[in-house]
């Protein structure tokens, strides 16, 4: 079965910095480009970041520059380390393999990030 357990989100002052763990499962991991996902109270879910199974990283405009998406195959594990972060960062952070994103029933519990001061 597939399976996302995203992972180290909290509460940070803006221009603070976290770094957000998704263990995933039950797929070639090293197979799948991967990504990170956010959603904030009232907006809808937009992709923040991309890493392909080449390495190659896309970024939202709002996030480049400050996040790093980062992925380790020998642990089926993708990273996002947010840096600077601002109060509009504050949502819900989930990671899925881009081929999944349609499957409502692949998608996990997500981390909750919030940038307050």
């Known amino acids: 079965q597939v399976h996302f357990v995203e992972s180290g989100g909290g509460l940070v002052q803006p221009g603070g910095s976290l770094r957000l763990s998704c263990a995933a499962s039950?797929?070639?991991?090293?197979?799948?480009?991967m990504s990170w996902y956010r959603q904030a109270p009232g907006k809808e879910r937009e992709l923040v970041a991309t890493?392909?199974?080449?390495?190659?990283?896309n970024y939202a405009d709002s996030v480049k520059g400050r996040f790093t998406i980062s992925r380790d195959n020998a642990k089926n594990t993708v990273y996002l380390q947010m840096n600077s972060l601002e109060p509009e960062d504050t949502a819900v952070y989930y990671c899925?393999?881009?081929?999944?994103?349609?499957?409502?029933?692949?998608w996990g519990q997500g981390t909750q990030v919030t940038v307050s001061s």
């Open positions: 899925i393999g881009r081929l999944f994103v349609g499957v409502r029933d692949y």
């Open positions: 890493i392909r199974t080449s390495g190659i990283t």
């Open positions: 039950g797929f070639t991991f090293r197979s799948y480009d």
